[in-house]
């Protein structure tokens, strides 16, 4: 394989382990965040800086999604006092604090980032099959869950959460759950990312980014998993194909959220279903 | 007198946030969409506004101009964008906003070029000296605008026939449709008035700056957004305080918190503490 | 000897509104208690209380002797008070059968983190289609909410409520948007769980059924409490009936 392609991959990989887990705090439990990439951010500075002082790779790994499952957490226990928009709101706000904090803090690099972070050493295909296997646990992992009671429970706290107190349900039990595992995979997203890249700063985790890990979500179809994965293998990679318009890929990113929300606000999943339902009809 | 000098930076600052947000605060109220492409609109009434001025010679003839058509723009896009999608769940129209807004900036960066416009003569320069305080001309119009919009803007809510027709829809569409208010036409009309406003400040911000660039509306997109949760969604004179406490907040803390945090975290330092204490915003919805 | 249910002194305030002020009654094992009063009367507004919807720190409420006031309505539903809602609010992700299988479950989402590792809902489905059969409404087990009549989906609301094994089953108007003959059958159902021997309390306009089938009555009137006891004596006192019957129907007791 060319060291091209194998970039892409992943890169592909990376980004269907982001959309999965915040697919798992708003698609499957219904708790919107605009901060995700913030959560990435923790996972990789965690990462990035452990390996720089000499620890070996799957620690770091390790430890950088345990920082930012606890920052979930926190963030999790906000989720508890305020909702819907006031939450999505709040989650920004935990973007740009984190963005904030890591900038004055020459310890973590500032402006300047964290470079000449240390190869994990499995070589580039090695990495690869890494990368791919760890999406392809968190693939599984999505699956599993939605048939689970877990999954059940992250349905009737999407649907209707005060209906599902009612039914004596412990909707914040259920919401810190989500946002413990979604944010710690995050963090898995980033310790990839920071080791792929080889280079971190503070604008690789900004609201840009956060808004490209929730239109992977929105735009596969909110809590499908396989329109998740699909949205955000094609959608990590689209800036790359589009180089051909080189001026233009930003417009036409900008106009394919718009059209996808206004035309197909299911996003892909929904397009899809569709399409199948409406052949059906036309064959029989 | 850097305390003075700070003070004036924070409201002429937080002016500029409010005539943004209260524009924004409009569409949420009626519509409860977070239409960050609002922000777009605020580039758009700086650019029309630096055109017609270098063409024309008269500002207030590009001020009004830029405030009507980014006015009708607005109607335009709540017709076209999302009237279509109004009854989907509330991320369907941030993420299609969070498009249109990225596509609007790419548009101007095309036409206009990457590194923007500038006045070929700056208007309103003249210092004008008030209470030992000494501003520009221009900096003085801001901070009227602002609160002379709001002022304006409260009156017709609760004094003609329209305003207190915009009022009960925004209370209970259901209620307001049944007394005979055209809903329909409300919601025009605050998408008029709310990008109109957008304009306005776009316009400000442009003479304040003497620049207008496709990336002038990507750090109020995400501020507004945070001054309308402050002001208590929806709520106009609680988004005006709330802006201009930002501004003022914002101006003394990149002085004095500059080695912890930086000028957007300090923001939102401000209003995660301000939701934890009162979940509502820290004015309530009227 | 403890009641089941005793509510001490409730006083609830919206604003300056006062929508409780200072009521007490109590319920006995296996009684179907009949709240009833004019529209507006605080009739929901005191079920809520019960279950720590709407809670207030004047008066508290004791279940089986222990006072369960201040707990949070997941805390109280789990130990055994349930109430279906007036306005029905199903899940409309789910269909009818997984709203029910999903209140099945309590017992297996009891601690969070085992849910994950929990995956049959067989016993809960078979739970669930048994109650749809009771409320008549199996049907339906396999449509989704949304284009449902509201008949059915207040019935929904009650297959829910009793999903949930409770001590107390609070019903608030489950006749209403029922036609005669379905109301009719749905009381029965209800008489019957009673006679089995489930306590209920059950808020209700529809006079005739609930002076059918209720062993006894608490009526309520402008936040306050107006009479208590049985049917019979309840409605001869002059003053319920011209607070609540007198302008609006005419029963025989």
Redesign the interface.
Known sequence: MMAYEISLLIVMGISITAGLSLNLITGFCGQISLGHAAFMGIGAYTSALMTKNGLPFFPSLAAGMLTAGIAGIFVGLCSLRVRHDFLAITTMGVGFLFLGIVRQQDALGGEMGISGIPDPGLGRIGFLLFVMGCAALVVYLSLYMKRSWLGFAFDAVADDEDTAGMLGLDVTQFKLIAFAIGTSLAGLAGGLYAHNIRFIDPDSFGFVESITVLSMVVIGGIGSVWGVVIASAVLSVLPLWFQFIEDYKLLVYGLLLFSVMRFSPGGLSALCFNIFSFFRKKLT | MLFVELLVQGLLQGSIYGLIAVGLTLVYGLL?I?HVAHAGLFTLGGYICVILTNQTGSFLLAVLASMLLVGITGMLIYRI?YQ??LD?????????S??????????FR?FFGAYGLSFTELPLQEPLPFLQVSLKQAEWLTMLMSVGFVAILAFLANRTKLGLAWKATVTDPEIASSFGVDIIQVRYLNFFIGSSLAAASGCMMAVLNNLVEPTMGSVPS?KM??II?LGG?GNVRGTLIAAILLGIIESYGTIYL?????R??????F??IA??IR???LFQRT | MNHLLQVHSATIQFGGVKALQDVSFHLDQEDLLGLIGPNGAGKTTLMRYVTGINDSKTGHVELSGLKISGLPVYQRVKLGISMSQQLVRPFKSMSFLDNVVFAAGYHKTEKPWKTLFIKSRIQEKQRALTLLERLGIADMAMEMPEKAPLGYLKRLEVARAMAIDPKILILDEPLAGLNQREAEKLADTLSQLNQQGQSMILIEHNLREVMRICSRLVVLDNGRLLAEGSPKSVLSQSHVQEAYLGKELHVNP
């Open positions: 409860r977070l964008c279509p999608i989907q769940p509330p991320f369907v129209p941030l993420i299609a969070i498009g249109l807004f990225i596509a609007m900036e790419e548009l095309i995400y957004l945070a949760v969604l500059d080695d912890l945090l930086d957007d975290s300090i923001a939102f330092v209003l995660i939701l934890m979940p509502q915003g």
